[in-house]
């Protein structure tokens, strides 16, 4: 399985951004997939976690109400949709997936639980 994260780039604050996440070489249809990010000096931290029927989602506190995660399982394709960006969300953006299948309705939102990650791409916002 490949990931590969698109979309990043420099924006100023209040700005938006979308993220993708595109699968290659198995379907990841009955997934959960998450986004992580990456600051410099930090520690890389779970943003949002999506299970495999779309219905079930995690995010974490400082992004509730501005980002959004949505997949397309036809597509093979994961998405991160970023609003009201602050500069506090500057970071290397980070896809994931896990081995296996999982039940509808799960998601993970510990990094070791994930085996599959894409190369990152960098979100920077200014004030």
């Known amino acids: 399985v490949q990931l590969q994260a698109s979309g990043g780039g420099s924006v100023q604050a209040g700005g938006s951004l979308r993220l993708s996440c595109a699968a290659s070489?198995?379907?990841?249809?009955?997934?959960?997939m998450g986004w992580f990010r990456q600051a410099p000096g930090k520690e890389r931290d779970i943003v949002a976690a999506?299970?495999?029927?779309?219905?079930?989602?995690y995010y974490t506190d400082s992004v509730k109400g501005r980002f959004t995660i949505s997949r397309d399982n036809a597509k093979n394709t994961f998405y991160l949709q970023m609003n009201s960006l602050k500069p506090e969300d500057t970071a290397v953006y980070y896809c994931?997936?896990?081995?296996?299948?999982?039940?509808?309705?799960?998601?993970?939102?510990?990094?070791?639980?994930?085996?599959?990650w894409g190369r990152g791409t960098l979100v920077t916002v200014s004030s």
């Open positions: 070489g198995r379907t990841l249809s009955r997934r959960y």
């Open positions: 999506i299970a495999w029927y779309g219905r079930d989602t």
């Open positions: 994931a997936a896990p081995m296996g299948d999982s039940s509808h309705y799960y998601y993970s939102i510990d990094p070791s639980q994930y085996q599959y």
